[in-house]
């Protein structure tokens, strides 16, 4: 299961604690740990108030990090066709 | 030099006065920190503002600075001035902890280039304070170097999470501090320990040799008991920085000369979001007081909508988890039980984002920014209130505004996000106090690298008023 539906799963109302310690595992985090139980509580309270950030239509929106590449930086060599 | 002064009558003193007492020899450096190390030791055991005091080297720069000063070696206004840093700030030799007892023993080897500049320009600096456990708080608990305490009340909380500057500041222990702010952190706790302070624009000051919460939203700033007092740090310490790519080449200008001239045609826009937000009812009455007076003074003010302002926080939130728990991902993993509880968590929670998540907040973020741009094309500046309800008591886990229970962190953050997330300025100054005597702050904002019109707002209704002459009876 990706991360992405496993975490739409946990958060939902029913919860799911399977897809929660498989995303904590991949994380890196102790599953082991009973602190994993908190965890789980805090962030089924917490998560669902940040995706009020869906409701809003983004198509056509660059996220505020695009890339520039250096202004600075001038190639002296001209491109080669099939590198 | 020497001086008749009270002790508590020198610790008092805005820099700006102090500054002219020292230049002209009437005032010694020496005596003024002996002034606010007399005030630490009396106080300290109530506020617990420090975590690192430097009373010999404090003392040892005062002695250098009344020698420089009595050769003619003047380095200008802030030469002798006390000052203290959030224990955020690298000062060369000394630890940093960030709050937390798993840097309780690291020790940079380099100043952060705000503190190059602050040493530069003279200072002398008392100490570095306690704050919120790396700056991930709004209240100023800590539970490995203790709480931090109200001097308006020390039952209550200073704010966070720069915390231990505000209340070295306002109980008298330095002239001045430096804070930083990624969530509302120099603002919230300026506002509820009565001070004035300021979250410049992203990239006004640089961050670099500060301990990092969330790159993209990390302000370093001042705290001051006057706006005069902030416009002569600002003045010290903003500009480009080489170390820093995030700062700004845009020229610096003269703060303190800002301050000048009135609001006469200033047009103030009231988002009428923050009134149906949960709002104490003492909060809006002072917040509403201080809005009017600046119309009386000849502002123009009027109500409008600022839509997306209910949005800046989760956008802001989301991004601010995935850059701290970026910062802190190994350490987390591996000491996660030294953390504080709700600092782990938060960092914990940040791993459970998702990399599409995280984008569309970048997305959401360029939305918001344009936005409150296209809002202050017509109006000068943004007023509201700092936060909806002043200091809770310490170790609470909710709050009552108006009519709604929250917990500390979503009502003391309410209005700060928007600026964070922005990146544009925004000053938090006393407006008046509670009926039982706890400070009230009011918060304007305004377009990037408009600190000026900031400033000379804050200092005109300031002026008018008389909330900053009042003092803690501690």
Known sequence: MSSERSRNKFLSPEGNWEGFLSVAQGAGLDVDDPHMQELYDYIRVVLPGLQAVDELDLSGVDPAMVYFPPQSIISQEPAQPGT | ?474
Not at chain 2, 12 to 36: D, M, N
Not at chain 2, 144 to 166: A, C, E, F, K, L
Not at chain 2, 198 to 206: A, E, F, N, Q, V
């Open chain 2, 1 to 474: 030099m020497s001086s008749n002064r009270e002790s508590l009558e020198i610790c008092y003193l805005p820099a700006t006065e102090l500054s002219g007492l020292i230049q002209r020899k009437e005032l010694s450096p020496v005596e003024v920190v002996q002034a606010h190390l007399a005030r630490i030791d009396a106080t300290e055991p109530t506020l617990n503002s420090f975590i690192t005091l430097l009373p010999d080297q404090a003392l040892a720069d005062a002695k250098t600075a009344e020698s420089e000063i009595q050769s003619g070696n003047y380095r200008g206004p802030l030469h002798g001035i006390p000052i203290t840093l959030k224990d955020l700030y690298y000062l060369k030799g000394v630890r940093n902890t960030s709050g937390s007892k798993i840097f309780h023993d690291f020790v940079p080897d380099f100043d952060s280039t705000i503190t190059s500049k602050l040493k530069n320009a003279g200072t002398v600096i008392l100490g570095k304070t306690n704050t919120h456990q790396f700056a991930y708080g709004i209240t100023g608990e800590n539970p490995d170097y203790g709480d931090m305490h109200n001097p308006w009340n020390p039952q209550r909380i200073t704010g966070g999470s720069s915390g231990g500057s505000v209340s070295s500041v306002a109980s008298g222990q330095s002239t001045l501090t430096m804070g930083s702010d990624t969530g509302g952190s120099i603002r919230v706790p300026s506002s509820l320990c009565g001070l004035v302070g300021l979250k410049p624009t992203y990239g006004r000051l640089s961050r670099y040799g500060l301990t990092a919460l969330s790159w993209s939203q990390d302000h370093p700033g001042p705290m001051a008991r006057t706006v005069a007092d902030c416009a002569m740090l600002m003045n010290a310490t903003a500009g480009y920085d080489p170390k820093d790519p995030a700062t700004s080449q845009n020229s610096v200008p003269d703060y303190t000369g800002a301050l000048t001239g009135g609001v006469k045609g200033l047009r103030v826009g009231v988002p009428k979001e923050f009134f149906e937000a949960p709002l104490d009812s003492e909060v809006e009455r002072a917040v509403r007081q201080a809005i009017n007076l600046l119309e009386q003074m000849g502002a123009v003010v009027k109500e409008i909508s600022w839509p997306m302002y209910t949005y800046a926080a989760p956008i802001a939130t989301v991004i601010q988890m995935a850059e701290a728990t970026s910062y802190h991902a190994d350490l987390v993993r591996s000491r996660g039980g030294e953390y504080a509880k709700p600092v782990r968590l938060l960092l914990e929670a940040g791993f459970f984002l998702s990399a599409p998540q995280l984008n569309r907040a970048h997305q959401a973020r360029t939305l918001f920014v344009n936005q409150t741009l296209e809002l202050l094309q017509d109006v000068d500046v943004l007023a509201g209130p700092m936060t909806p309800i002043t200091a809770h008591k310490i170790g609470a886990t909710e709050v009552t505004v108006g009519s709604t229970t929250m917990t500390p962190r979503a009502a003391l953050t309410q209005y700060t996000r928007p600026y964070n997330l922005s990146g544009f300025p925004a000053i938090s100054v006393p407006c008046g106090f509670s009926a039982e005597g706890m400070p009230i702050g009011l918060q304007l904002g305004a377009r990037p690298f408009a600190e000026e019109t900031l400033l000379r707002t804050a200092h005109v209704y300031e002026q008018a008023t008389q909330w900053h002459q009042r003092r803690p009876s501690l």
